[in-house]
């Protein structure tokens, strides 16, 4: 009865063998187990990449914990009263994870680990949780340098649940890298957010611009969206580059072109949360039943207790 409880029952250590990683590299290590006072059945050892998500619901915006990456380490195996067993896994992280560290510095807003599952028949099951630092593609980094050598400030960066019209995504969210822009930027625009949608030959760069007013109008949100291959990371000045982007949003009145990163033409339009033109994760869901049903079963509300 006790064992059904978790009491004497085996532990679980996962080691990370380099706790950074990138988008599409690997994460590797090995999940060690030793056996409890008793003999246990367990049904499968599974790994999940873990983050912090916020949802736009009915409600609010609320910040939800969960599970976006899932791979298999084991299937049944048993565990002998104090056995020792070390299990050696490796796996693809996914393109899409967005960035938590930049040149080796934490990105505030930006949480993100490797949840182990041990089920053990029977009885409770026992976890592991590390921590893990993902760091830019080089692409993705040349671009970061670019907003800091205009002199843009990092404001925060966080995860919103949806999806961004007109891009593939893979994932049920996307990252928000917010700055406040420089003085020669100031006088158009209150701030930018950065999110980047990677695959494996290119980045989608999607900017949105919180606009300010004029004397006889309104502030608004403008939009920019530009595809940038990998192989492209050392063959630009990308301040220059970047300068661009926010110049053409700047003299746009309507949505700025978008296209190859050296400017298109088009218009563009941005699901945002779980309002705007979002698509569930099973797909094709209404933006309201997406923040509430289906995040319920993808991600874990934490209630606010982390």
Do not use: C
Not at 82 to 104: M, N, R
Not at 201 to 222: N, P
Not at 248 to 265: K, R, V
């Amino acid at each position: 009865m006790l064992g059904a409880f978790g009491v004497g029952g085996p532990s679980v250590d996962t080691v990370l063998t380099d706790p950074t990683t990138r988008p599409g590299a690997s994460l590797a290590g090995q999940v060690n187990l030793v056996g409890g006072n008793h003999d246990v059945e367990i049904e499968h050892i599974t790994l999940g990449l873990v983050t912090r998500v916020e949802v736009e619901g009915g409600q609010g915006e609320y910040g939800a914990t969960g599970e976006f990456h899932r791979v298999g380490v084991s299937g049944p195996l048993r565990l002998a009263e104090k056995q020792q067993l070390s299990l050696p896994f490796e796996f693809v992280v996914p393109w899409e994870t967005p960035i938590t560290a930049v040149h080796g510095q934490h990105l505030r807003g930006m949480t993100m680990g490797v949840r182990t599952e041990v089920s053990i028949a029977r009885a409770i099951d026992k976890g592991d949780l590390d921590p893990v630092s993902v760091h830019p593609l080089p692409i993705q980094e040349r671009i970061l340098e670019a907003f800091a050598r205009l002199g843009f400030q990092f404001k925060n960066a966080d995860l919103e649940y949806g999806r961004i019209a007109g891009v593939h995504q893979t994932l049920p969210f996307y990252q928000e890298i917010e700055y406040y822009p420089p003085a020669q930027y100031a006088h158009g625009i209150n701030e930018v957010e950065l999110t980047f949608v990677t695959n494996p030959q290119t980045v989608e760069i999607v900017l949105e611009f919180d606009k300010r007013g004029g004397m006889f109008s309104g502030g608004h949100d403008s939009y920019g969206r530009y595809t940038v291959p990998h192989s492209d990371a050392d063959s630009a000045d990308w301040a220059q580059v970047v300068d661009g982007w926010v110049r053409e949003a700047l003299s746009h009145h309507q949505q700025p072109a978008y296209g190859g990163y050296g400017g298109g033409h088009g218009g563009h339009s941005r699901g945002h949360g779980a309002g705007g033109v979002v698509a569930g994760v099973a797909g094709g869901l209404a933006a309201g039943y997406v923040a509430g049903e289906v995040m319920e079963e993808v991600f874990e509300d934490d209630g606010g207790d982390e």
